[in-house]
Nanobody, 126 residues
Framework: QLQLVESGGGLVQPGGSLRLSCAAS????????IGWFRQAPGKEREGVSC????????NYADSVKGRFTVSRDNAKSTVYLQMNSLKPEDTAVYFC???????????????????WGQGTHATVSS
């Protein structure tokens, strides 16, 4: 059974860091891009970052460039999102998702992804 499970969320002060993990099972992670998305209360889900199947060509939303870093460890079937210099506006539920197609470059549109995790909450507040 295909499954994506996020973890690592929590409460952090502005300027702090969190490292999110996305554990994948039920499919060959090496073949697929993985995207990270977030949804704040009352807002639409937005793309944050993604990483291609090869691990190259990561993509970032302008709002997180220079602060967030996406990486993957295919041997551990896990994708990570390192979030530094966090701001209150980063508060949201963060989701990881599997791309619909194998290989290729990753994109930040939710329509490009077909399986989603249940999300993990990240709250940035003093």
């Amino acid at each position: 059974q295909l499954q994506l499970v996020e973890s690592g969320g929590g409460l952090v002060q502005p300027g702090g860091s969190l490292r999110l993990s996305c554990a994948a099972s039920g499919f060959i992670l090496n073949y697929y891009a993985i995207g990270w998305f977030r949804q704040a209360p009352g807002k639409e889900r937005e793309g944050v970052s993604c990483i291609s199947a090869s691990g190259g060509n990561p993509n970032y939303a302008d709002s997180v460039k220079g602060r967030f870093t996406v990486s993957r460890d295919n041997a551990k079937s896990t994708v990570y999102l390192q979030m530094n210099s966090l701001k209150p506006e980063d508060t949201a539920v963060y989701f990881c998702a599997k791309s619909r197609t194998m290989f290729g470059l990753c994109k930040l549109s939710p329509r490009e992804y077909d399986y989603w995790g249940q999300g993990t909450h990240a709250t940035v507040s003093s």
